[in-house]
């Protein structure tokens, strides 16, 4: 499990130091540095796993994510729990070669806010592995669809414990009614899924871009050692929905899985701070990050803590406040 991430010279960052708990929300105004934070872990996987060039594809080269400010190459470190549980180090400076002080940075499953909406098809291949886009999906729940999820999980209109009445019953609880089938052609390398007997295109975009979320927060669960990056959960759904799904990763997160989600949503937001004041110790497990640019665009973070009763120990100008900004205007005579 990671626990936290310096990144020093590295696109908007300077020099900070972010706290990774079970459950870290990243939050802040657009290019503001969240998504640089999710790119620099999956730069660390990379390194780990031995990759000649662990920078991301399309994102650019060492000089193009070099901060201006900095002289020296940027540098990416994460301290993480390793497999005999000791602190483990992993270091990446740019252009140079990664180290270790241990083995066994956790794997990183990551999906992207640029996921697959409704498709008539879905690519798939022979790994049972979540693609960041959310291709090989309906492989993963084919292959774990009689896989026992940890009780935590099991969702009270659930039929069983498996992944399948579960993953059934958490679509059900963000869009009440729905009926899911997955269809896979292995002859082809691909996918199909029907929701209420309807192909994906006929039904809304909430259903096919919060399926590989629910998929991965299972996975998440299932998959030792794993680290669930998720951009946007919230996409194209309802207020009710957004809550929903907090609580499923909350839960997930109880059922032992890490994960660090960026979002703008105020009610999944809010739905992790309804979990933490039901459940008690719940919000020690949670990290808020809230980013900002100063005068100069550098990234500053703000961590303000997660108390008891779901309240904040400090609520930084900006986060999630919009809604009583507009009310007050509403107000207004």
């Known amino acids: 499990m990671i626990k936290e991430i310096t990144i020093k010279g590295f696109k908007s960052f300077f020099d900070e130091t972010i706290r990774i708990a079970p459950l870290t929300v990243l939050t802040g ?10 790119q620099a872990i999956r ?20 000089e193009e994510l ?24 992993i270091r990446y400076s740019a252009g140079g070669q990664g180290s270790f002080t241990n083995d066994g ?30 291709e090989n999906v309906l492989n993963c729940i084919d292959h774990y669809w009689d896989t026992l999820l940890n009780p935590i999980l099991v969702h009270e209109n659930s039929q069983g414990e498996t992944f399948e009445f579960n993953l059934v019953a958490w679509l059900g609880a963000i869009s009440p009614g729905v009926r899911f089938k997955s269809h896979i052609l ?13 192909r994906a295109k006929n ?29 946007n959960p919230e996409a194209h759904l309802h207020p ?14 109880e059922a032992g899985a890490q994960i660090i989600v960026e ?26 990050n809230w980013f900002e640019l100063d005068e100069e665009k550098l990234t500053t973070v703000e961590s303000p803590k997660l108390q008891q009763d779901g309240r904040l120990s400090e609520w930084p100008t900006g986060l999630f406040d919009q809604f009583g900004i507009n009310a007050s205007e509403l107000l207004k005579p």
């Open 66 to 89: 070099q901060n201006q400010y900095l002289k020296a190459p940027f540098s990416l470190e994460a301290l993480y729990d390793s497999p005999d549980g000791m602190n483990a180090m």
């Open 263 to 288: 979002t703008h949503s105020d009610h999944l937001f809010d739905g992790i701070r309804i979990f933490a004041k039901q459940h008690k110790g719940f919000a020690q497990k949670v990290c808020l």
């Open 240 to 253: 009710k929905g957004q809550t929903e799904l907090a609580r499923l990763i909350c839960l997930a997160v």
């Open 186 to 198: 292995k002859a082809t390398d691909s996918s199909y899924s029907l929701f209420n007997d309807h």
């Open 203 to 231: 039904v809304g975009f909430g259903l096919s871009y919060t399926l590989p979320i629910i998929v991965a927060l299972f996975l998440g669960t299932i998959e030792k050692d794993t680290t669930v990056l998720i951009e």
């Open 43 to 62: 730069i660390l996987e990379n390194v780990s796993n031995g990759n000649s060039n662990p920078l991301l594809e399309g994102h650019g080269s060492i």
């Open 105 to 134: 940075y956790p794997n990183i499953m990551y999906v992207s806010a640029d996921r697959f909406g409704p498709r008539t098809s879905i690519p798939i291949s022979s790994d049972y592995k979540l693609g960041e886009r959310g």
């Open 29 to 38: 105004l657009n290019s503001s540095g969240k998504s640089t934070v999710i």
